[in-house]
């Protein structure tokens, strides 16, 4: 599969608060747009993926986009920790002659309507949820009380504080969402002083170490190299995608199972990743981290090689990688990852905003804490 595939396309709605429209459309206006700028048709298209938690299934979008006949449909689980393995997935089938054209979408009002941060309030039984049951009667109800149990940690093993260790990620964000149009935080940057004055959500996360929440869609459109080289833009290779999950991962509540300073589902990923593209943390020109909570951008770092443990916090504030020049989910969109894969390909086309330059690779990881997945992109040649 690795470089002989590529995004050829990407496309999205605007990220607001109240979109005004359903989840159905907003996936249709960002797969309309993805095939727009890959210079293709709803005729093309053969294959979807999308999450098990998007309300918009690939059957229907595919019908009120004007898609034909589908010869490959996939859904992945596991929230945000599905996002760069929905481009796997498309990848996987265009390599195997399953499908020629697969777009990836993400659709839905997280903002209007059901809103992730107020945590669990009703579940129907499941072997997965009862997970959960371990933690809910002692009041962790929400992912910022489940992320606030390993930051906690980490603080206290490396003797970091929350402004000097979680502050840089935070204001890195918002300091690229402030130049960026298409970010909801455009020209709103914070300072550290702004961190730390932010309100507590749980100990030690502040408002500020969370992801807002978004209405909005965001699409990818996966075919060959060899085709995506004839289509208008410049295409954005796949060198490697992964999945991973930890030894007895759990979603967000593993705190049993070993040390709580660092993310083993992104070891999983990187080792495949490094493995596969030939490439390594040297190698890699930007960084488009998932930044649900600001604690696991920096386990990721150290997860994926860029600094020793405990190292994170003083590799942001030194600028030592361009992180998030998006703005990230903090700055610019929550929108599960996907708004991070499409400024991947940016940088690697030369079109982004806060365009790194001579950009030729970049690391795109997906939601962690949970079964969780990533992309190595590269220019052609």
Known sequence: MNRRTAIAGIGATEFSKDSGRSELR?????????????????????????????????????????????????????????????VQQAALAVAAGTAEV?????????????????????????????????????????????????????????????????????VTARRHAATNPAAWFHGRPITLADHAASRWIAEPLRLLDCCQETDGGQAIVVTSLNRARDLPGPPAVIAAAAQGAGRGQEQMTG?????????????????????????????????????????FVLMQLEEYGFCGRGEAAEFVAADRLPLNTHGGQLGEAYLHGMNGIAEGVRQ?????????????????????????????LTADG
């Open 26 to 86: 907003l996936a249709v206006e960002a797969v309309r747009a993805a095939l727009d700028d890959a210079g293709l048709t709803p005729a093309d298209v053969d294959g979807m993926v999308t999450f098990t938690m998007d309300t918009s299934p690939e059957i229907t979008v595919a019908q009120a986009a004007g898609i034909g006949e589908l010869s490959f449909f996939s859904r992945v689980h596991y929230g945000g920790g599905a996002a760069c393995a929905t």
């Open 102 to 170: 697969v777009v990836c979408y993400r659709a839905f009002n997280e903002r209007s309507g059901r809103r992730f941060g107020s945590g669990v309030q009703q579940r129907e039984p499941s072997a997965e949820g009862a997970a959960l049951g371990w933690v809910l009667p002692f009041g962790l109800l929400t992912p910022a009380s489940w992320v606030a149990m390993a930051a906690q940690r980490y603080l206290h093993t490396y003797g970091l504080t929350p402004e000097a260790a979680f502050g840089p990620v935070a």
């Open 255 to 295: 705190f049993h199972t070993g040390d709580l300073t660092g993310l083993p589902e992104s070891a999983v990923v990187a080792r495949q990743l490094w493995r596969t593209s030939g490439l390594g943390p040297a190698d890699i020109d930007v960084g488009i981290l998932y930044d649900h909570f600001t604690p």
């Open 348 to 376: 690697i086309r030369g079109t982004a905003v806060n365009q790194v330059s001579g950009a030729a690779s970049a690391l795109v990881t997906a939601g962690t804490g949970v079964p969780t997945s990533g992309l190595v």
